[in-house]
């Protein structure tokens, strides 16, 4: 999944369904950040992933495409230099190394961290936390698909089902509702306006020209036809006098 680390859009998804062969070279973690970068290749943007993406190969592939990456590293991988894998640190203890557009640093607070970056090439600490500023950038902008994922569970239409094809159908009703929603804050001057008031809103304006059609159904239940005319407002036709049962 590809989303906007400020307003948290989602901007593409893949379903993933398990173990896949490669289809190329790169690892597959490497084809999936590729394919769903695809729309923002040459835009000069910057890709944040965690350490199950991140890779050197990746890096260098993106920059090709117009794009940086920063990224947490697991420690396997070959291109660390093996001073940044020793224990026996200072604490706080942060080292740097550089490649040409690619930089590596180890943080080591209490527990190893280590980035991959080719947005930051310096080796600026911040004075108050004592943390290099690629470790602030990626804690402040990793988090737009966790948060993504906290809106879809929040607020969900899916339901219990052994269908995986339906479930899909699910999550993407739930991402189109809460890109819909980042939209409309963005184009109104509905600030207040709270995002269990907008689906409400919006899924009485989804179901209007259905509930519309069935009341041209001449045989329809009164109780149906009055609840009918009272979701959307309006009044019996003349002659008429229904009483809806709840």
């Not at 660390?80 to 180890?106: C, G, Q, R, W």
Request: hydrophobic fraction near 35%; include cysteine.
């Amino acid at each position: 999944m590809l989303c906007d680390s400020k307003t948290f859009y989602m901007r593409n998804a893949i379903p993933y369904v398990g173990e896949e062969e490669r289809k190329s070279f790169l690892p597959i973690p490497t084809q999936y950040v590729l394919k769903l970068t695809e729309p923002l290749h040459g835009t000069n943007r910057n890709v944040t992933v965690d350490n199950w993406f991140t890779s050197v190969p990746l890096a260098i592939k993106l920059l090709n495409h117009g794009l940086t990456l920063v990224g947490t590293l697991r420690h396997n991988k070959p291109e660390i230099p093996p001073e940044f894998l020793k224990k026996k640190f200072e604490f706080p203890s942060t080292m740097f190394a550089f490649d040409n557009t690619k930089t590596i640093v180890s943080h080591f607070p209490k527990k190893l961290i280590l980035f991959l970056s080719t947005m930051n090439n310096d080796k600026a600490i911040d004075k108050r936390t004592k943390k290099p500023k690629v470790n602030l950038l990626y804690n402040l902008i990793k988090g737009g698909i966790d948060t993504f994922d906290q809106l879809c569970h929040s607020k969900s239409v899916a339901r219990k089902t052994q269908r995986w094809s339906l479930r899909v159908v699910y999550g993407m009703l739930d991402g189109a509702a809460i890109n819909t929603f980042v939209i409309y804050k963005a184009n109104t001057c509905e600030k207040s306006e709270s995002r269990r008031e907008f689906l409400k809103k919006m899924g009485l304006q989804l179901i209007e020209e259905h509930q519309r059609k069935r009341l041209e159904i001449k045989n329809l239940l009164q109780t149906l036809r009055a609840s009918i005319l009272e979701i959307l407002g309006l009044e019996p036709t003349d002659g008429q006098c229904i009483q809806a049962f709840w």
